[in-house]
């Protein structure tokens, strides 16, 4: 993929997973993420936000460092958890962040546990974060980056008022 100083470990896992083009949303996009700026990407389903997202995690996040969470990803529910997170290892395979996903079916005293050990990347439902970072204490001040994936779907459900409580 040909953009413009990309992490050499990324860019080997976007080649191996056959990611060679890039579409013109990451085209248009991956710079303005990567410099650190504010940024709302709107664009149709199917056109890569989720994988134009991660891949800007992973090229802001380098590689692991301390034991809090420095990138925070919410998405609507468990499907889009999964499927994110396994995404996203496909891409960190040469960058071995820490990442874990948290949704409201899961085991919140484990999603707790997994977190204290030290994640680079959680990936969650908000719902299920709000619980986790309210109920444990988790230091939010380390929080470098932080993404709400299909922000429509949960501005239906009402999450609103959970996003900005996180975002803050």
Not at 100 to 115: L, P, R, S, V
Not at 154 to 162: P, V
Request: net charge negative; aromatic share 6%.
């Amino acid at each position: 993929m040909q953009l413009k100083k990309i992490n050499p470990n990324l860019q080997k896992a976007l080649i191996e997973n056959d990611l060679i083009e890039s579409n013109e949303l990451q085209q248009e996009t991956f710079s303005t993420i990567k410099s650190g700026v504010d940024a709302v990407i709107q664009a149709p389903y199917g056109s890569g936000k989720t994988t134009t997202i991660l891949m800007n995690v992973i090229q802001k996040m380098e590689k692991p460092v301390g034991e809090s969470t420095r990138a925070l990803i919410l998405v609507q529910d468990k499907e889009k958890v999964l499927e994110a997170v396994e995404t996203f290892k496909k891409l960190n395979r040469y960058n071995n962040l820490r990442v874990f996903g948290a949704h409201e079916k899961g085991d919140i005293d484990y999603d707790k546990n997994q977190i204290s050990l030290g994640m680079d990347v959680l990936i969650g439902t908000p719902i299920r974060i709000n619980e986790m970072f309210s109920s444990a204490g988790f230091n939010m001040t380390t929080i470098k980056m932080f993404v709400v994936d299909d922000v429509e779907e949960m501005l239906r459900k009402r999450e609103d008022s959970i996003i900005q409580r996180l975002s803050m």
